[in-house]
């Protein structure tokens, strides 16, 4: 059956994944921690993995409860440090402006976070479409899947890009436990992905061979004039407005439902 594998949230963005038993959809649409906090330059730009590899040299762990930031990797010798957010974003910015830099502050949106597209609302990919990204790689693993392509909720009991039905013409709904979403856009991929979580090595000619088996694996139930490009993977939701202030939970059941239901 159709049901919630995990919820990832990201609550610096650029940074590490915190995993959730249980999330709430905030009233912008979007999940509770997610991308809640970003790095800014002097200049007013993102600090993220898109801009320099040298995120994958800083290791996070995120306390939702306590909003405990622990910072530590190999950007900072392993001496791990912790900050209280957001009362200690000055330094925690301090910090990071160290690791890349640059001056750095640590900024927080606690209303949709500092998601690429905060009209919309969480990401959607099932866990057998990450098993298959995965084995299109060598040595890339499941997790090492789940911490390249950064979704929130992942979907288990469905078959690999099952997603893909929730874009274009007469695509469904999904309802996840109370909470009914929309599928608005299929999620276009940037470098982040080629590169390994961990050390930051990319893949050589990782673009050419996702875009080669995807459009290999396409599957019939999904609409081809919903994608641009192959380039492209999990899928952009929206989250009803008479929802939003609910949560979803690891288990809930998933199920698709007419777009006018």
Not at 15 to 20: K, N, S
Not at 65 to 87: K, N, R, S, W
Not at 173 to 178: K, L
């Amino acid at each position: 059956m159709a049901h919630v594998e995990r919820i990832d949230a990201y609550p610096v963005k650029g940074l590490d994944r915190c995993p959730l038993a249980r999330a709430k959809i905030l009233e912008g649409g979007t999940l509770e921690h997610d991308r809640e906090y970003a790095i800014y330059d002097g200049d007013g730009d993102v600090v993220n993995g898109k801009r320099t590899p040298l995120v994958h040299d800083v290791e996070t762990a995120y306390d939702p409860d306590e909003g405990a930031l622990t910072v530590g990797g190999p950007a900072v010798d392993g001496l791990a440090q912790q900050f209280e957010l957001p009362a200690e974003s000055e330094g925690a910015a301090e910090l990071f402006g160290s690791i890349f830099s640059v001056d750095c502050t640590l900024e927080r949106n606690d209303t949709t976070g500092f998601v690429d597209r905060p009209e919309m609302g969480p990401s959607v990919i099932s866990t057998a479409t990450l098993e298959t990204v995965a084995s299109w790689f060598d040595g890339v693993s499941l997790d090492g899947a789940r911490r390249r392509l950064r979704a929130n909720i992942e979907i288990g009991g469905v078959p690999a890009f099952w997603e893909d039905r929730l874009v274009g013409e007469a695509a469904p709904a999904v309802r996840i436990g109370d909470v009914r979403i929309e599928g608005v856009t299929p999620c276009g991929r940037c470098v982040v992905p080629s590169r390994d979580p961990d050390g930051g090595e990319a893949i050589e000619g990782f673009q050419q061979r996702f875009v080669e088996k995807r459009q290999e694996t396409f599957p019939d139930w999904a609409d081809s004039a919903a994608f641009d490009h192959f380039y492209t993977v999990m899928v952009i939701a929206s989250v009803d407005d008479a929802d939003r202030g609910d949560s979803i939970t690891v288990g809930d059941d998933v199920e698709l439902i007419a777009a006018d239901a």
